[in-house]
C-alpha cells in the first residue's frame, strides 16, 4: 500500500515489492496447511503494488491498486465477520474461551474467571464491527474513525495476547487505502 501511495518509486522498492510477492505466492504453493490472514491480506498488497507498477503507474492504475486493497480489507473483515454471527459457540463467547485456551492461541494474561464473565461482550466487540467495518467506506468519517481505531485494538490485542504479530501489521497496512477510498467516495 505505502509502495502505490508514496512516490516517486525507486527501482530497489520496486524490486523488494515483486520479492515480497513472488516469496508469499512460493510459500503459499509449498504450504499445504492454510495460511492466517497477514498472508492472504499481504499478498493482496504487494499484488496490487504490482499490478499498479506494470501499467506504468499510471494514475488510474494507482486508484484501481489502492481501491483492491480497501475493498480487501473490508472484505476480510466482513467475510470473518459474518463467519462468527453465523456460528453459535462465537455468539455465545464460547470460541473465544476455547480459542485463548490453546496452547496455540493461548494466553495467561486472562484468568480462566475474568475470560468466562468477558467472553460472550468481547466476542460481540470483534462481531459486530467485523460485520460493519464496509460501511466505513460510504458511512460519516467519525464511523470510519471508530473503525480504524476499533481494528487497531483489535489487532494490538491479537498480537499481544495471540502472538499473531504479522496480523497486527499486515492489516494496519490496508488503513491508508481504506481511508483514501472513503475519503474520495
Not at 504490482?50 to 472484505?75: E, I, N, P, R, T
Request: charged residues 10%.
Amino acid at each position: 500500500c505505502v509502495f502505490v501511495v508514496i512516490r516517486p518509486w525507486s527501482h530497489a522498492s520496486e524490486l523488494l515489492a515483486l520479492a515480497i510477492l513472488l516469496v508469499l505466492m512460493y510459500r503459499a504453493a509449498r504450504n499445504p496447511y492454510g495460511s492466517d490472514g497477514f498472508d492472504q491480506i499481504a499478498t493482496c498488497i504487494f499484488g496490487a503494488c504490482a499490478v499498479s507498477k506494470a501499467f506504468g503507474h499510471s494514475a488510474g492504475a494507482d486508484v484501481a491498486a489502492v481501491a483492491f486493497v480497501s475493498a480487501q480489507s473490508a472484505l476480510a473483515y466482513f467475510t470473518a465477520g459474518v463467519a462468527k454471527l453465523t456460528s453459535p459457540i462465537w455468539r455465545s463467547g464460547e470460541a473465544l474461551v476455547g480459542v485463548l485456551s490453546t496452547s496455540t492461541h493461548g494466553t495467561t494474561v486472562l484468568s480462566p474467571g475474568c475470560l468466562a464473565w468477558a467472553s460472550r461482550p468481547l466476542s460481540w466487540l470483534v462481531i459486530a464491527p467485523e460485520v460493519i467495518f464496509p460501511l466505513g467506506l460510504i458511512g460519516p468519517k467519525w464511523l470510519l474513525a471508530a473503525l480504524l481505531l476499533w481494528g487497531t485494538a483489535f489487532h494490538f490485542g491479537a498480537a499481544a495476547l495471540m502472538g499473531l504479530n504479522t496480523f497486527f501489521w499486515g492489516f494496519l497496512a490496508t488503513y491508508p487505502c481504506v481511508v483514501y477510498i472513503a475519503t474520495a467516495m
